[in-house]
């Protein structure tokens, strides 16, 4: 008998086949001349990646430079696809392991087995889940470069591959014509979108994500979890979904009080919907007669007072008892929706007043299957319904509000002026400040009139705090319970919103003070993080305050690892969060508070990226405490969610990882003398670092000219700006292009400038050993190096001919191609291997299919970036400088 294919065979295997099919559509839509002139740029860029040779390297050049502008964006148009495709065959490696049981070790399953072995009762879990929450919160990016649309069609061709991989035989022929006829389509959709992304579009494709997969997934997660605690009953409701999207504010003007609204009414729209056509189903199934069935007297309750009175469903009782759910929840969704359901209901009902209420009815029909009928109820629709209210509720997502603390304080400043209380608010100290502010959180008073005029600022963010006000009222406080501040230095920027909010009364003094949201402060730099215990301290200390923590219990704190960061390199931004966390754990938890981290993460490792499982398990003990939330970014979201059996594997993963941290033995992370080392590599890598990037002289010219940042800025990517100012400098530049730019020109800098030189003459063999024995070392030079791995020197050295001072060019350059070598070769030496990724031969196999793809997008993104900056205006131009971004960001996949 033959062996099985390898997953190594079955992916190249797929890859050939979604080749021959593109091919076959170049060649029908465009001719056997543009398809050989595609394939002999394709042959010629997989030839100069292999060897490098220089030779190979001008004749690639010479192709790229023959194209018109209408055949380089075909090929470009091409190579996008093709690289879509590959992730399609990359996925379904993912699909395959599904269906043979998946990762049992990353599984809900897997987790709650581990914790039995170690000593745990299914009690002890559903004890500590009651106290937990896992948030995976979708953001909007302002590097993103995909079409829903596009998205969307790559979905249905990942469908039909799935069909075509379970099919045999004579089975699989009507589906591969199905699977040419979708390629076909996805080949002649526009890639990219004509105008900018505005927020109602940004609301959109988040809306499409929650569709496509959490509404349908999360309950499924429910119901795993649920077996693998033995069925004795639903665990508590602790995975949720959450979103910046329509509610963040820095530095995007677009985000409005109207776009927040929007945002609850497009996620509203969907959830209610879905509840209706679930009632409806289940309407049409519980058919059940009281000739053979009893029920209990709360379920004959709700079928009699369910206002169903048709002769034909008097001995249903279920069906009534629905009849009438179905009709408050219609009657309620104009409110909830802004328009009436799609399918009203005939009897006349009063509207439900909350989600809760809803539950509250449909646990009634279940209980009392459950009680005549055992367990046969117990899983299933109405179970997944049950859950889905429980965990949605009628807004679907909790949306959070950010802003960015000297918005606060300028607004803050304005109100007290034209208030009479103070004259000059930006003229006091820290602790007049204070002292202010404290006094205004112990008065009812309200600082803002209607008489008084004001700034459009100020009157904007007051609409949008009104907004927040109007939205929590109406769907309940789960819809908006957090508000994030960027910037935070001080514990007056907290007070601040605090006071911002008791004008809507979103906060009200007392004793003791209530308020529905909690102010999340977002420690960013390493000076922030440094600082975060004493602010946090100071906020815990905050009199008018404690009545409001003390009633919530947890307090939450947002973690930046982007601008960390860029502040001051990567091996230095994950070891001051580490401490920093550590720390503030100490301080909260002394106050008697529970703690709540906020992970801002990315999709590259520049900005948190890497795996979600060992990242959360290498976060420092007792910090994680069954409560996490979790940015998820870009192309992040469509990688990971776009899928619905992939996305819920995402989701069991990321619980999975939360109960092991949390519950599970763990090697004590107080490694000492690991600690004591990072602690000097943290500040050599900062040093060499910020020797690059701030004190070299003309380095910001630098990377504006060697990577496509100016293009981002320009080009119709994401509906926030790329900085949060005018100005240029590196410091007021938003992290996410930052990143996404340097990933583009193929250097990946944020992942791991400056530990090469951070290593230099130290035992790299007791590095070795400390990775073997420290989960958070070794997690991060896992991260290090699959970033590394992306990088190409080879590709980078050309984009740096884009700058035009040749003696800047090689002083940087000759400086990143140094310090790549340095941290290369310690790399190898450290994981005890002669390459980068031979630990992780999957990997470097996946990476590896796509170079040359990648490589050949990159050198025609430098010629059309030349063209572009040599003053050629040419819409073409710009086209297809925004193409190559797409096809090199799917090809990368966690590039932003």
């Given at each position: 008998m033959?062996?099985?294919?390898t ?5 190249r295997?797929?890859?050939?086949l ?10 029908t ?9 595609i ?8 030839a ?8 190979r390297?001008a004749r ?8 018109s ?6 090929f ?18 993912d ?5 043979a049981?998946g990762?049992i070790d ?29 948030m ?8 993103e470069?995909?079409?829903?649309s ?7 061709i990942a469908?039909t591959?799935?069909?075509?991989d ?10 591969e014509?199905e ?7 996805l ?15 940004e609301?959109?494709n988040a ?10 997934e ?6 795993d ?6 069925g004795?009953?639903p665990?508590?409701?602790?995975l ?15 985000v ?12 509203a ?15 049409a ?11 209990t007297?709360?379920l004959?309750?709700?079928?009699d ?11 249903e009782p279920?069906r009534?008892?629905l009849?009438?759910?179905y ?6 969704a104009?409110a ?8 009203p ?7 439900y ?6 539950k509250?009815d ?6 009392s ?7 046969t ?8 319904l ?7 509720g ?13 918005v ?5 400043a ?11 608010y ?5 602790a007049?400040?204070?002292a202010l ?5 112990g ?16 009157l ?21 319970d ?11 920027d907290?007070?601040?919103?605090y006071v911002?909010?008791k004008?809507?009364g979103l ?14 402060p ?6 922030d993080l ?20 003390n009633?919530r ?9 982007s ?5 001051g ?14 720390e503030?754990k100490a ?18 490792v520049?900005r948190?990226g ?14 994680v ?5 979790i ?5 992040v ?11 819920r ?19 004590s ?18 040093r ?7 004190d070299?002289a003309g380095f ?8 496509p ?5 320009s ?17 007021d ?16 800098l944020?992942g791991?400038f ?6 230099a ?7 070795a050993?400390?990775a ?8 991060a030079l896992?991260?290090?190096?699959m970033?590394?791995?992306?990088a190409?020197m ?7 001919a884009?700058v035009?001072?040749?003696a ?7 400086a990143?191609?140094?310090?790549f ?8 030496a ?20 796509r ?11 430098i010629?059309?970036i ?8 040419d ?5 297809g ?10 090809g990368l996949r966690?590039?932003?």
């Amino acid at each position: 008998m033959a062996n099985a294919p390898t997953p190594a065979m079955l992916l190249r295997s797929d890859v050939r086949l979604f080749g021959d099919i593109l091919g076959r559509v170049l060649r029908t839509e465009e001719g056997e001349a543009v398809f050989q002139a595609i394939e002999q740029i394709r042959q010629a860029s997989v030839a100069y990646h292999r060897d490098g040779a220089p030779a190979r390297g001008a004749r690639l050049d010479e192709l790229l430079r023959g194209l018109s502008l209408p055949d380089a964006l075909r090929f470009a148009h091409s190579f996008v696809c093709f690289s879509q495709l590959i992730n399609i065959a990359e996925d379904q490696e993912d699909r395959r392991r599904l269906r043979a049981g998946g990762r049992i070790d990353r599984s809900l399953a897997g987790a709650v087995a581990r914790l039995k072995e170690e000593g745990l009762s299914a009690a002890d879990i559903e004890d500590q889940l009651r106290r937990s929450l896992v948030m995976p919160v979708i953001t909007a990016h302002p590097s993103e470069v995909r079409r829903k649309s596009v998205i969307d069609r790559v979905s249905r061709i990942a469908e039909t591959f799935d069909a075509h991989d379970r099919a045999t035989g004579a089975a699989r022929a009507p589906i591969e014509a199905e699977l040419a006829r979708q390629i076909l389509i996805l080949w002649a959709t526009r890639q990219l979108r004509p105008t900018s992304l505005g927020v109602a579009d940004e609301i959109e494709n988040a809306v499409s994500f929650f569709q496509r997969t959490f509404v349908g997934e999360l309950p499924r997660v429910y119901a795993d979890l649920d077996a693998a605690l033995g069925g004795g009953g639903p665990t508590p409701s602790f995975l949720r979904i959450g979103s910046w999207v329509g509610g963040d504010r820095d530095g995007n003007p677009n985000v409005t009080a109207e776009t927040l609204r929007l945002a609850f009414l497009t996620q509203a729209r969907l959830i209610v919907s879905h509840y209706l056509e679930e009632i409806h189903a289940l309407g049409a199934a519980l058919a059940l007669s009281t000739q053979h069935v009893e029920v209990t007297p709360e379920l004959a309750d709700l079928a009699d007072r369910s206002g169903d009175d048709a002769p034909q469903r008097q001995d249903e009782p279920y069906r009534r008892a629905l009849s009438g759910v179905y009709a408050q929840l219609a009657a309620a969704a104009p409110a909830l929706t802004g328009a009436a359901p799609a399918r009203p209901s005939s009897i006349a009902a009063a509207p439900y007043a909350s989600a809760e209420a809803l539950k509250a009815d449909l646990s009634i029909i279940q209980s009392s299957l459950l009680a005549y009928h055992g367990e046969t109820f117990r899983a299933g629709r109405l179970a997944d319904l049950i859950r889905a209210v429980d965990c949605f509720g009628f807004h679907l997502a909790t949306v959070d509000m950010r802003q960015n603390s000297d918005v606060h304080e300028r607004i803050v400043a304005e109100l007290l002026k034209a208030a009479g209380a103070c004259p000059d608010y930006l003229a006091l100290d820290e602790a007049g400040r204070l002292a202010l502010l404290e006094g205004e959180l112990g008065t009812i008073r309200p600082l803002s009139s209607p008489l008084a005029n004001y700034s459009d600022e100020t009157l904007s963010e007051l609409a949008v705090l009104r907004a927040a006000a109007e939205v929590s009222a109406r769907y309940g406080p789960k819809a908006v319970d957090t508000y994030v501040i960027s910037k935070t230095t001080a514990v007056s920027d907290l007070l601040e919103v605090y006071v911002l909010l008791k004008e809507v009364g979103l906060y009200a003094p007392g004793d003791p003070s209530r308020s529905p949201i909690i102010v999340a402060p977002l420690f960013e730099t390493i000076a922030d993080l440094e600082a975060a215990p004493d602010t946090m301290r100071g906020l815990i200390a905050c009199e008018p305050l404690k009545g409001h923590l003390n009633a919530r219990g947890v307090q939450e704190i947002m973690i930046g690892y982007s601008d960390s960061n860029k502040d001051g390199s990567y091996l230095t931004s994950i070891w001051s969060l580490h401490e920093a966390q550590r720390e503030l754990k100490a301080v909260v938890e002394g106050a008697g508070l529970g703690l709540q981290f906020f992970h801002g993460r990315g999709g590259a490792v520049g900005r948190g990226g890497g795996s979600s499982f060992e990242a959360i398990l290498a976060q420092p003990q007792g910090t994680v405490a069954g409560r996490i939330r979790i940015t998820e970014q870009g192309e992040v979201v469509a990688n990971k969610y776009a899928d619905p059996a992939i996305g819920r594997e995402n989701l069991e993963t990321m619980t999975a990882a939360t109960l092991l941290a949390t519950l599970g033995r763990r090697n004590s992370d107080e490694h000492a003398a690991g600690a004591a080392v990072m602690a000097e590599l943290s500040a050599a890598s900062m040093r060499a670092y910020r020797a690059l990037v701030y004190d070299t002289a003309g380095f910001a010219q630098f990377f504006r000219e060697a990577t496509p940042i100016g293009e981002i800025s320009s080009l119709n990517i994401g509906s926030r700006p790329a900085s949060r100012t005018r100005s240029t400098r590196i410091e007021d530049l938003r992290a996410i292009p930052w990143v996404f730019s340097w990933s583009q020109a193929r250097v990946m800098l944020p992942g791991w400038f400056g530990f090469g030189s951070a290593v230099a003459g130290r035992d790299l063999e007791a590095l070795a050993d400390l990775a073997d024995e420290w989960p958070f070392f070794a997690s991060a030079l896992d991260n290090m190096e699959m970033v590394m791995a992306k990088a190409d020197m080879r590709v980078a050295r050309r984009y740096a001919a884009l700058v035009a001072d040749g003696a800047l060019r090689r002083t940087v350059f000759q400086a990143i191609e140094a310090e790549f070598e340095r941290t290369s070769e310690a790399l190898n030496a450290i994981r005890r291997q002669t390459g980068l990724l031979d630990r992780n031969p999957d990997l470097a196999a996946h990476i590896r299919y796509r170079r040359p793809y990648i490589e050949a997008l990159n050198h025609l993104q430098i010629e059309l970036i030349a063209r572009h900056r040599e003053g050629d205006d040419d819409p073409q131009v710009r086209e297809g400088v925004l193409l190559t971004m797409n096809g090199i960001a799917t090809g990368l996949r966690n590039s932003g």
